[in-house]
């Protein structure tokens, strides 16, 4: 990931900062401070970028995600990525939901709560930004929090190319062409990737290609334009997961149905956005957006191909200024949002039996459904400055969600059209701050968020909307600290939290293609996080930056009966209990860099009767890069990394209470990949 950023900033910081040959490792420390805080007020979030990008490789950023503590993202392949934040989403078997995501300030999660992150490439976002818990407000009250995605931009009045490729183990090629451009006025980005993968697994071949403009033009001081395209087509086979005894005998071996019907799925997804930002005064200020996403989706399964396409449009206002308060400026900030999409899906069964042994073929239609999902957003901040160190923030948020199901297959009786209304929620939240020095404070939160039902939790068994199905609430209290002790060398951050969530979601299997939810019980999530770095110069040639992030968690059911079976007091299913990230970042010469990191991940329950695990495991990854300006325009780069070092056998995701159909064992586990290797060579040029 790093690896773009050092052909494509060398000549951005070049310009806005000194005349002095910049290296890539000055850029990373140039990127990392020039972090934007999209999370409104004392709200508390954590952002990382190019300084976190440059511990892993460029192919996903999972890994970059799972350095922040209380987030973890469950990664079953490239395209199957399940993201749970505080253990919420822990028990959703497929996807990321509960959670809502941003590009830039577009939403992006789909009306039924479903978020894709596979869906854009980690080399040309600039930074990750995680609110944890329905504390965001303007970005939701989800009970997961949000993900907001920045892509890159030119720094600095420059013109510039730079190119990026990268090989390596499981047939990887990898290559990220990118144009900036900033004059003053116009700010113009255009990168063009693209990947294929054989992958380590059987089945599991990837290719994706993507482009991305993002582009803003300054019309005067009070009125700017802005225009954001990202295409991304990429087409993946699907290998699933593997029981206990498939996965002890041969973690790369694909589920036999999957690997002889060539399992996998195809995703063509455009997101356009166009955005008018005006400064009515020093004191208040608008930014509006509307948008247009647009989805075609294939999958191949054993059971049925589903042909998907998801059309969704929206707009997004806020307003933000300040006023006097006591002789203090206080802020505000308030607006609204309206996101609805239309969601297509046909079913045909799959004749791949009959197909000779060529893989999956379409044959007879047996369903064919629509569904439109509307969702109304509101909310409002203000913050208060108390005194020179005490801070009161306030916030209001509103959601409003309509489905509307249509069965256009069946007719007469048999039709199971119907529609769900939920009743608008509010949801209220309040941030205190105190701040002992510049470098010290506390901060305290109590935020209500909810979460809603997909559309396969809303369905009866007989596939008909269920009205008795209820959104998930939950309130959340947080207590943190963030310090810069040893004139800012050290930096600490420091969190405990408790959330309390009823009607608890439970998605249930009832066969091998469908899944149906219900409201069973409560839930507590308890929990602790610390992130610790350092930064050591030993000399003007050497700088250490040790780190280490920990999370430990007590999620548990209060209260949760399924059938007759009470599981209240067990441990909260799909959550490990102790997960820590750890590294050491080294720098010499200004030029060359050595980043090794450790990730450690205890057993996590898989069953709600808690009566089998997975193993805990651990895995060092290590990157090594160097880069040199060998003209006034040209840099060269090159990096070589190794991803699992100990070539550990893991589990890098998990399902919960699965079961097997047909007599065939329960597939819990997803295989990490064995030791792997890259490398990457970059050029950049300035015009």
Do not use: C
Request: glycine fraction near 8%; proline fraction near 2%; charge should be negative.
């Amino acid at each position: 990931m790093i690896i773009l950023f050092g052909s494509l900033l060398s000549v951005n910081a070049q310009n806005s900062t000194t005349k002095d040959s910049i290296t890539q490792l000055d850029e990373v420390i140039l990127l990392d401070a020039l972090k934007k805080k999209n999370a409104i007020g004392i709200t508390a979030s954590e952002v990382i970028s190019a300084k976190v990008f440059q511990n892993y490789s460029p192919v996903s950023m999972v890994s970059a995600i799972n350095q922040i503590p209380g987030v973890y993202v469950f990664s079953g392949a490239l395209n199957t990525n399940r993201i749970t934040v505080r253990g919420i989403g822990a028990r959703t078997l497929f996807g990321t939901d509960k959670l809502r995501m941003y590009y830039e300030d577009i939403p992006v999660t789909d009306g039924s709560g479903f978020s894709s992150i596979e869906q854009y490439d980690l080399e040309n976002l600039s930074q990750i930004e995680v609110i944890k818990g329905p504390k965001g407000n303007a970005y939701g009250s989800n009970l997961g929090g949000a993900i907001i995605l920045t892509p890159k931009e030119a720094l600095g009045r420059s013109t510039n190319f730079s190119n990026n490729f990268t090989a390596g183990s499981f047939g990887l090629l990898k290559n990220n062409l990118s144009f900036n451009h900033y004059d003053g006025k116009l700010r113009m980005g255009l990168q063009y990737g693209h990947m294929e993968i054989d992958g380590y697994r059987q089945n599991s071949n990837f290719e994706r290609d993507g482009i991305l403009l993002n582009a803003s033009y300054q019309l005067d001081g009070k009125n700017k334009i802005s225009l954001l395209v990202n295409h991304i087509d990429f087409t993946a086979q699907i290998p699933s997961s593997l029981g206990t005894t498939a996965f002890a005998e041969d973690p790369q071996q694909a589920t036999f149905t999957w690997r002889v019907s060539q399992g996998f799925e195809s995703n063509n997804a455009t997101l356009v956005g166009f955005n008018y930002s005006h400064q009515f005064s020093k004191k208040l200020q608008n930014s509006t957006s509307i948008f247009y996403n647009y989805l075609d989706k294939i999958e191949a399964a054993p059971f049925g191909i589903f042909d998907e396409i998801t059309k969704g449009f929206g707009f997004r206002t806020r307003f933000s200024g300040e006023f006097n308060f006591f002789e203090k400026d206080a802020n505000y900030s308030f607006g609204a949002e309206l996101f609805k999409d239309e969601y297509d899906w046909d079913r045909f069964r799959n004749e791949w039996e009959e197909n000779d042994g060529n893989g999956s073929l379409k044959g007879e239609q047996i369903g064919r459904n629509k569904e439109f999902r509307s969702q109304w957003n509101a909310f409002g901040i203000l913050l208060f400055p108390l005194s020179d160190a005490f801070s009161a923030q306030f916030g209001l948020h509103l959601n409003k969600t309509q489905y509307d199901y249509r069965d256009l297959f069946n007719t007469g009786t048999e039709n199971k059209s119907n529609k769900r209304d939920f009743k608008a929620i509010v949801l209220p939240s309040i941030n205190l701050e105190y701040a002992f020095t510049k470098n010290q404070n506390v901060y305290a939160n109590i935020s209500r968020g909810f979460s809603n039902p997909t559309l396969e939790e809303t369905l009866t068994p007989d596939g008909v909307i269920n009205p008795d199905i209820a959104q998930e609430t939950g309130t959340n209290y947080e207590l943190g600290t963030i310090l810069f002790l040893d004139e800012r060398r050290l930096n600490i951050n420091l969190s405990i939290y408790q959330m309390n969530v009823r009607n608890l979601l439970v998605g249930e299997r009832i066969n091998e293609d469908q899944f149906v939810g219900k409201n069973a019980g409560r839930t507590r999530h308890r929990g602790l996080e610390i992130g610790l770095n350092y930064t050591w110069s030993i000399s003007k040639n050497i700088q250490l930056s040790p780190f280490m992030n920990f999370t430990l968690t007590d999620h548990s059911f209060i209260e949760f009966v399924d059938e007759n079976d009470d599981f209240s007091g067990n441990q909260l299913t799909g959550v490990p209990k102790r997960r820590s990230t750890s590294g050491l970042q080294l720098r010499l010469f200004e030029n060359f860099y050595w980043n090794t990191t450790h990730q450690y991940v205890s057993e996590i329950s898989l069953t709600d009767a808690e009566n089998l695990y997975s193993d805990s495991y651990t895995v060092f990854n290590t990157r090594i890069g160097y880069q040199k300006k060998i003209s006034d325009k040209f840099t060269i780069g090159i990096d070589f990394g190794i991803n699992n070092v100990l070539d550990k056998i893991y589990a890098q995701s998990v399902l919960i209470n699965t079961q097997g159909f047909g007599g065939r064992e329960p597939r819990y586990f997803y295989p990490g990949d064995e030791r792997n290797f890259y490398g990457s060579i970059r050029l950049g040029y300035q015009l």
